[in-house]
């Protein structure tokens, strides 16, 4: 283009003159708002793709033939608060019950982590199941149901959250046990960055990643699998100082969030059971490095070296050892183990008073902040004074386990680890939650005679199923936790205890009885939840024609697998089965508990289209049609099952369609089955071939 064509050009655009400021003013809004508009359509069009959002604590499951609709707790919820380990998040059980609540039904929810879920106990010995026992007892008059929605590794921010949601379910009682995760969990505050310590940073953070583009960004950008244990991975950072401002910032949060749930349960109507934290004071050393601030490399090299000289000695010489640790303490006052072996000298000097405080100020010291320090329990009680009322008891837990243990210093005798009730302290938190009902005004008061009149700890162990497979069980889960390396570097002589407990279980068991718990320890075995051992030492004790034991093992396996499962129909067959082979019947009982079972398997296949994946669901329901007499009933479940079963399940699935067929005179079809079997079935030939025995000559 030559000079002369452009320059009228240009004349001819000047001529226009400026925009308005109205358009420009317009232009600009234009400007600033596409950037939103654009992040509005992306964050659209990734909620459409599933981004975006928390799932519930609770599900809608199926509307049931009574005309109420069935809800469950399922883990997708709480795992949601698990950002930074998704993979590896906190476990919650399986909760079932119905709405509209029934007619005189008392539902109490229980909030919390794995203390309150009852770790590691299995379900049917949690805390709460004694609870639903002694309530039983003091209220004959009422049918009361107990629903754990406790999730291990969660700190109070998460538990605040789950009992909001709970609030739309009717719950008469609310129990609240929070606060032993509070700097190491989800949420906790040695767990976040130090921006996200405060309760106000805490809402912000959770708001933000429900965002759909936060949280395609964050799987598309962080590794979706991280190493180590679930107890590992909490640390987040291993040392949390006297003077870290995490302290001061969980017992900030943990107070914030107690006497927000407290005031969301009053606004509902709803009275609150608040509980104090027990912990392993006495027989448990500090967990973290010892803190040594402030002290040059000479002094923290004597304490070090005097400390190591007598830390074995505490018991044999304790005299000798108070003199010793005392200099410890002296050169290093902020040193948790000195504070600790200084304890355990006083203690076998016969010192038990000093020896309480030393063991308390050892385990405010720790630098792993495990077991709850005095600033927990101070945010615990100053939320329930705030927040005092009518509708509001405090459990005091702590002094509830200190006033039942030996010169009140909290060990073994009801601890399983650092904050884990043992089976006889699950049951004393169930008392205590009992006896502060006392102080509840309404419906929920419990009288103090009525409270005073339960049975006694042993009555409870026998009606729960206290039986040697979940000791044992319990036991061997405390030696793999102890085997981590920390706990074995500062607890050596847990990990031995443990150690010497199971194999005085595993030697007192049959060889076949020891292949079982052999196969029961690989984790492949537990594919999905853990399966209880009874459940698999269940099948042993049938083979050993030990029917009585049998029944006694299933009966307590059904109790502690989610009603919804195919594992709670197997042991439900399997204790009936026991039960009519010692009896020679079934009771009317029995037979409402099949009936059940079997209604419980209909809804399991309205999850998967009238049929299970893996057809476990269809041969139990199957082989309780048949317990009950029904067995053309049988016959399609059994023969839906077979088309996704293989090996032993198929064979013993295929026996049982041949008992049906002969008991129908279908001699025939029976005959085709085992044929069948005995051509295809490989290394199961033989089993098919000795059916032929029981067709008709």
Known sequence: MSESTAVPSAIKRSRRGPLSRGKRLAFAAVAMLLPFVLLGAIEGGLRLAGFGGYPPTITR???????????????PGPASFFFNNANQSGSLNQQAFVMPKPAGLTRIIAIGESAMQGFPQPPGLASTSFLKAMLADAWPERRVEVLNLAVTAIASFPAKSILRESLDYAPDLVVIYVGNNEFFGAYGVASLNRAGRTPTVMRWQRAV????????????????????????????????????PARAAAELTLRTHLEEMIGLCRARGVPVVL???????????PLGKPDLTGLDAAKAKEAEDLLQQWRVKVTTEPAAAVEALNKVVALAPKHAEAHY?????LLAQGDAIAAREMFGKALDMDTMPWRPPATTQRAILAAAEAAKGPDLAVADLREAFRAASPDGLVGWNLMDDHVHPSL???????????????RLSGPMAMSKEAAGGLPNDEAYLDRLGDNAFDRY????????????????????????????????????WSPAMRDVLRKWQDPKTHSGAKIPLGGMMGRQLIRDQRFTQAEQAYSTAARHVPEYTSLS???TYFMLECRRRTRGELSAADQATADAAIARGNVLLSFGGGKSPT??????????????GRWAESIPLLNTARERLGGDELVAADLALVEAYLKLNRADDAKKLIENGIKNAGQFSDRYRRMLTLLPK
């Open 424 to 438: 006889r302290g699950q049951a004393l938190v169930a008392r205590t939650i009992v006896e502060a009902m006392t």
């Open 61 to 75: 499951v199926a509307a049931l033939p009574s005309g109420e609709t069935l809800y469950i707790s399922d883990a």
């Open 473 to 508: 069980a319990v036991q061997h889960g405390m030696r793999s936790l102890f085997n981590i390396g920390f706990f074995k570097e500062t607890n050596p002589g847990a990990f031995e205890r443990f150690e010497r407990e199971c194999k005085g279980y595993e030697e007192s």
């Open 341 to 345: 072996r200084l304890a355990q000298a």
């Open 209 to 244: 990643r429900s965002l759909a583009t936060v949280q395609a960004a964050t799987r598309l950008l962080i590794p979706a699998k991280r190493q180590g244990s679930l107890m590992e991975i909490m640390i987040g950072q291993s040392f949390t100082g006297a003077e870290d």
């Open 615 to 628: 057809g476990l669901t269809e041969r139990y329901m199957g082989r309780m049609q048949q317990l009950l």
């Open 275 to 285: 509980c104090t934290l027990p912990a392993n004071e006495r027989d448990l050393a």
């Open 569 to 571: 129909l197997e042991y």
